[in-house]
């Protein structure tokens, strides 16, 4: 069986999509005594758009880290969604 293009594209992005859903929110890394931090807030908002649709069909994992470390985390969340979803950049590109 000979590999295609065709065929390379889906399986490259379904091992990219478990390999982003191995480090969502809501696994037994964080606890009380280790809450996340402001680092692993940036990557949990930089994957926030994988995490919502496996928190779909996976009732372990969550949008966002339960046992986090306040607003040093919350700061990194903001941070990594805004670098995904654009911040505010698109609104001063717009045409006039």
């Known amino acids: 069986m000979k590999l295609t293009k065709k065929m390379l594209l889906p399986l490259l992005l379904i091992a990219v999509v478990l390999l982003l859903s191995s480090c969502a929110p809501g696994n037994e890394r ?4 280790e ?3 402001f680092f692993m807030g940036i990557w949990h908002g930089l994957i926030m758009g994988i995490s919502f649709i496996i928190s779909l069909f996976n009732e ?3 949008i966002y880290e339960l046992y986090n470390s306040g607003w040093a985390y919350d700061l990194g969340f903001i941070i ?3 670098i995904i979803f654009g911040g505010s950049s ?3 590109c717009r045409k006039k």
């Open 35 to 37: 809450p996340a931090g």
């Open 30 to 33: 964080f606890t009380l005594d």
């Open 90 to 92: 698109r609104a001063g």
């Open 60 to 62: 372990n994992v969550y």
């Open 80 to 82: 990594g969604a805004s």
